[in-house]
């Protein structure tokens, strides 16, 4: 029987298990990766964005295994990416655990915790080696805060304390391997096996072009020049010359996006999954604008197909999409409660029929367990993010500003407050939760002490100045009236154990002001203490030099 024909570009999706008859140019990448999963429990695979790191796995490493020897389990951040891993292994579990119940109860494990048995149960019912893939882990530093960040690792840490046949893969954008500093303290062994997917060359390009023109499995092949190869040849020095723009190297997504616009351009079949066969070449590639615009004219497209067929405002759309993004230019998942607060102007209806337009064209994923939507990739995230007005962006700084300080418990100061209300008008403010808010609303309040401490710290320094001049000036005066022997050498004394104590006692306030400062209360005890100490020593000691001297 012979095989149908697929469609080989994946664009911005990544391949599968069962995509790999059209998997190609990571051979080498794919080998590595396997040999390691024999070497460690955990592996990190790391490279810059649209490299192919989740294909490596899902359809590399993948194929590299007999499916009784492979029971994989993807894990994205979502809302929060310990109860996402909670979730994964109890969808794979299923409600088939009555028999499993009563193994683990007669277990000798120590290790009772929820994620130590479901970790045993998917053991005990699939009998197969389990992989954990936690992809996009670089979400986890964008989007997550401290706490999630730190349970994380403890589970990291208790999977691979099991007695049990468990590999961990994580994949991270490279920019952010700084921030497995703190993980690396609690597992020290994640940056110890790891594996870089490099962007593709013009050697990896070749493959891809190679491997996809198969006339008997891909519906796209490739010209055929006078000698064979020649024209597979001209035609890949071609299309890289074209998308890399002065580097050595180029992502993955835009060489997929260049050879699906060609195709679709050619054969003008715009199906999600197209049937038409054809032959690609470089008059297919010379009709190509500039591949920087090819992303952003299909998101643009889709656009005015929207206010086209359904009468929807561009602005409207784009408003929609850049509530999927990040202030730093990635995708960031939203709950669809979280999504229509963001934009409670634009009608239900209208909404729903967005998103599921942009879902029907692979724009964005939709998760129905979790009700949750997300960019498919971040390289359209960056797209959207580039189209944003600097109105726009300085609303999503101003709101992961608020995040940001909440999450460290640190409350906004004044210039910060300035920021907000520059980009966020008392509508916007509505739309912010209950918690975001309140902990402007204490920032302000916050604020308001600051100023009115200011204010006290300014009256201090002045009655401290003034005392000081003034005392300073009588004791001058009196000593030339001593002089003059006007005044006794006794009331010289005296005027002098006065002012003397008058300044050593005014002496407390820069220390009231100093208190302020001071946040541990004991040290603020101890400071108070020790300065009524020495000004109370001084008094008693002047006091009994007069007496004895008198």
Not at 187 to 199: G, Q
Not at 201 to 229: A, I, M, R, W
Not at 342 to 364: G, R
Not at 403 to 414: F, T
């Amino acid at each position: 029987m012979q095989n149908e024909k697929k469609y080989p570009f994946k664009y911005l999706k990544a391949y599968e298990r069962g995509d790999k008859d059209l998997y190609f140019g990571r051979n080498e990448e794919v080998k590595q990766l396997y040999e390691m999963t024999f070497q460690s429990n955990l592996l990190l695979v790391y490279g810059t964005s649209g490299t192919g790191k989740t294909s490596l796995i899902q359809c590399g490493l993948a194929n590299c295994f007999e499916t009784y020897d492979w029971l994989d389990i993807p894990i994205k951040r979502n809302t929060n990416i310990n109860k996402s891993l909670e979730n994964a292994l109890k969808d794979k579990i299923g409600d088939e655990t009555e028999f499993i119940n009563d193994e683990l109860a007669a277990d000798d494990e120590t290790d009772l915790s929820l994620l130590a048995r479901q970790i045993k149960t998917l053991r005990l019912k699939y009998f197969k080696p389990i992989y954990l893939i936690f992809d996009h882990f670089e979400e986890l530093y964008i989007l997550g805060d401290e706490e999630e960040q730190t349970e994380f690792y403890k589970n990291i840490k208790q999977l691979l304390s099991l007695n049990q046949p468990v590999k961990i893969i994580i994949t991270i954008r490279e920019e952010y391997l700084g921030h497995l500093y703190y993980f690396e303290q609690i597992v020290p062994d994640i940056l110890r096996k790891k594996l870089r997917v490099e962007p593709m060359t013009l050697d990896k390009v070749h493959q891809v072009l190679q491997g996809f023109n198969n006339p008997e499995k891909s519906l796209v092949t490739l010209q055929k020049g006078e000698k064979e190869g020649e024209q597979e040849e001209i035609l890949t020095q071609a299309i890289f010359d074209k998308l890399h723009e002065g580097k050595i190297s180029i992502e993955l997504p835009d060489l997929h996006a260049l050879l699906d616009k060609m195709y679709r351009d050619k054969t003008h079949d715009y199906k999600p999954q197209p049937t038409t066969s054809t032959a690609l070449g470089l008059d297919d590639l010379s009709k190509i604008g500039d591949i920087g615009d090819i992303k952003f004219d299909l998101l643009n497209g889709l656009v005015s197909n929207l206010n086209t067929d359904e009468n929807i405002e561009p602005e409207t759309v784009w408003k929609i999409l850049s509530c999927l993004v990040t202030v730093e230019g990635t995708k960031e998942p939203l709950l669809v409660s979280d999504l229509q607060k963001q934009v409670p102007e634009i009608e239900k209806n209208t909404l729903n029929k967005i998103l599921q337009f942009f879902v029907f064209k692979n724009i964005l994923y939709f998760d129905k367990k979790e009700n949750l939507y997300e960019i498919v990739h971040d390289s359209l995230a960056k797209q959207i993010h580039a189209n944003l007005s600097e109105e726009n962006k300085g609303r999503k700084k101003a709101k992961k500003l608020i995040e940001n300080k909440r999450s460290l418990n640190e409350l906004l100061s004044e210039e910060q407050l300035i920021q907000i209300d520059l980009y966020l008008n008392q509508s916007e403010q509505k739309k912010l939760s209950s918690e975001e808010v309140d902990w402007i609303t204490r920032s302000r309040q916050g604020v308001a002490e600051q100023k009115k401490g200011k204010k006290k710290e300014l009256k201090y320094l002045i009655v401290y100045v003034a005392t000081h001049f003034l005392a300073s000036v009588v004791v001058n005066f009196v000593a030339f009236l001593k002089g003059a022997g006007v005044v006794s050498a006794f009331e010289w004394k005296c005027t002098l154990l006065i002012c003397s104590t008058l300044q050593n006692g005014i002496f407390i306030l820069p220390v009231l002001l100093l208190k302020n400062r001071i946040k541990n209360k004991i040290v603020k005890i101890i400071v108070l203490i020790g300065m009524i100490g020495l000004i109370v020593w001084w008094i008693i000691n002047t006091t009994v030099s007069i007496i004895h001297q008198y």
